[in-house]
């Protein structure tokens, strides 16, 4: 990522002055697992990867070794093959199909730092079928940050990747070798892995579709193409057409900014983008949305490239292999940036760019996918100011020069973003995943591996410039560091001496006070300790269900003050003999809770020294870290409606035919009908709403609705966002509870009871559209309960249709105190769990969001009567993480719901902390049925946001 200021001496590093730390290169022997064998983590990827080591060789194997400017600590696993003779190889044999291949390589520098070039054999069953040309112009930096291409101390960033196809597809088995040429001219070859694939068809031009040929684009020729490139996206946008890219390599010497467009191509094994300005440097391919004034870029705004952000682009099936060979931070040659909201990046290679995405916000509702992005000379992807709503999934980072994936909410809140599902390998400096800052962030469901200095597998931290409390920008809320996998993650920081937590956390800016939930985590064969806490103070991180096996030092490593509980946690092969390393006394606070195993609180110790690493790790590996609660395989659910089900008494629902829109892996509808509560059902991920639908056999008047999550601590507490339907029919249904946000909480047994007016129905239905704990539904019990008396015969629709609570039952009234409380409420928007229901439950830590960057929004709530105002009074939460703005707001009225007239007119009303983060409003007496808050603006935030809307007779 890019640091700047004068305090900033190490990108992604600890910052101090020390020397280099000479460390043990050698380990054990024991092979721990591949990044690629981690059942449900990490990115699904089209390849088969094979270590050299483990494929035949006449060559020397180097490593395992894991210190900074060696050979092998760059290398996957820390071992690879040297080949510095004619004649000598490294030969796969083919597991499966394949028709091209990725290989990842070493060779040396030259004199002048500019890099070598040399070809290799490439032999498929010992004949020669072409020259495989091995580089090192992308490789070979030396240094500190940030970084110089000319030799000298702490070389670094050795490898890079080439890419080839067979011309045919070759059968399993087939040997496919690389060989030493005997008119060799490089010294030697080191050769790390191969990924073997079957590259489907290229992808025709869609019909309808513009082609960038049509507008002068030069096919596999050297000149610019970017004005060709941009006529052709800005008429696709002006026609409502997709563009696209033929098979074929373009030369692009400048970004080509989109907007409302889809850009596509035939692959990304089939079009190419490359290419560098010949003289101006700092410019160079790549697709970029639309600054935004006053966000994360800073630099010189075009004409063009102004008014960001683009909105509705999507950018797939191609690649960009860029030409970058150095590190200039301000220099903007990434192959994704600017500002994209409601965009979409699905199946790019992204290679030799200085950062794959470095997306400049604000925006909202970025999602990139499917990708590659390899062989960076900074950061993989970084969500830079004011990014929400953003995910990065399925996606394969390797040889980034930086952090792998990272955000950095510099001067605006990064908010609910998430990176799931990735495979992040050899991060050559920094963290292999890190949030410095961010509100609500999930890291989920990942794999990591081989760091290689100055960083872990996974950061959570306040630190680097713009991230504090004040600027709302502080690491806040739910931080959900869950189901990820760590190998050899973590290692020593050069400048320090003392190796980095395969998970760390560090208070560098401001002390860090959030809900971090680290759970269901295996962390295997660290290089150093597996758990760290620096600089500051930390609270509250809670590791439930964590194993960790094999450390070079130890369990836990505090040089810093910090709250945290520890329960389920095992470890083994903890290299120094002791788990905990504390020379900061009460300062780390930690709570042992039940089911740890391998350790314990009184295995301390606090030497003044740091001992190098001891690798006693056996290669077997921990078994799966288990799920909050494992699930058995459900037995068959019954059919519909069997002729011996009736809806019985108690909990009507046990039992019962239970759908839902989705599942995922074992967590079925049925598990919230068995009568368990340590089975659950989990909706597909990050595809709200979602809905389960239980048939009670008859038509039976039911009054209430009990949902359950299981009862375990390392069940967090959550917010999901449900209504309740029912229908007689299965076809028609109505609400018998509006949507509203219910709190999961262990202390109170994770049950939400939920009562409502009678309701005669037969199916019932819980619909979640947001969940504050984890991105899908999630119930463990789905309780339906009723009079108990048996039914009678189902009456005819006409006769008895099946009631929903109408807007205004006659049970409501006005009341006294906060007349808004409880009532029914509606936006015109919201984002994600932050609904409107939030704003009138009576709870200030929760509060209701709009749509972001799409002012103006309103709330509008029912006081069920016409009945005096005197007062309004608005507050966001109280916490200091909420730092002072102003929004600009009016309030209106209605008897009727329909004509609003205005009652206060629109004003700036700051929200400060230090007064409670409450604004009161006084207004001429009006009598009135509906409250309407019109919001225009929002220093703080792009959204309107109101943790309670409040309204008082007097």
Known sequence: MRRSG????????????????????????????????????????????????????????????????????????RRAVRLDAPGEYVEFTLPKPANAMTVRYSVPDNAAGTGITAPVDLRINGTKLKDLQFTSRYGWFYGGYPFGNSPGDKPHHFYDETRTMFGSTLAAGTKVRIQVASTSTAPWFVVDVADFELVPDAIPRPAGSLSVDDFGADRNGTSDSTAAFQAAVDAGKAQGKEVYIPEGTYTLWDHVVVDGVTLRGAGPWYSVLTGRHPTQRNRAVGIYGKYVSGGGYTGPIRPHEAGGPSRNVTLRDFAIIGDITERVDDDQVNALGGAMTDSVVDNLWIQHTKVGAWMDGPMDNFTLKNSRILD????????????TNSTVTNTFVRNSGDDGLAMWPDRIANVNNAFTHNTVVAPVLANNIVTYGGRDIKITDNVVSDTVTNGGGIHVANRYPGVNSGQGTAVAGTISVARNTLIRAGNSDYNWNFGVGAIWFDALNEPVNATINVTDTDVIYSSYEAIQFIEGSTQTVNFSNVNVDGTGTYLIQAQAAAKATFTNVSAAHIGAG????????????????????????????????????NYIYDGSGPGPSPSPSASPTPSPSPSPTPTTCAPGSGDLARGKAVTATSSTQTYAPANATDGDTSTYWESANNAFPQSITVDLCAVTPIQRVVLKLPPSSAWATRTQTLSILGSTDGSNYTTLSPSAGRTFDPASGNTVSIPFSTANVRYVRVT?????????????????????????????????????????PTTCAPGSGDLARGKAVTATSSTQTYAPANATD????????SANNAFPQSITVDLCAVTPIQRVVLKLPPSSAWATRTQTLSILGSTDGTTYTTIAGPAGYTFNPATGNTVTIPLSTAAQRYLRLNVTGNTGWPAAQISEFEAYAS
């Open 578 to 613: 002791v788990a905990i390393h504390n020379c900061v006394g009460t300062g780390f606070a930690p709570t042992y809770g039940t089911g740890n195993s391998g350790w314990s609180l009184s295995s301390t110790v606090c030497t003044g020294q740091w001992p190098a690493p």
């Open 376 to 387: 960076q000379t900074a950061d993989g992807v970084n969500f830079h100011t004011g990014v």
């Open 6 to 77: 004068a305090a900033v001496a190490v990108a992604g590093a600890l910052i101090a002055v020390g020397t280099v730390v000479a460390f043990p290169g050698t380990s054990s022997a024991a092979t721990s697992p591949s990044p690629f064998s981690i059942p449900g983590r990490g990115a699904t990827v089209p390849f088969t990867e094979i270590e050299a080591e483990a494929a035949a060789t006449n060559g020397e194997q180097i490593g395992p070794d894991r210190v900074y400017t060696h050979l092998p600590s760059e290398a996957s696993g």
């Open 842 to 849: 009576g709870d200030t830590s929760t509060y209701w969001e």
């Open 768 to 808: 979640v559209t947001g969940n504050t704990g984890w991105p899908a539904g999630q119930l463990s019990a789905f309780e339906v309960y009723g009079t108990g008396a048996t039914p009678s015969p189902s009456p005819s629709p006409s006769a008895s249709p099946s009631p929903s609570p109408s807007p205004t």
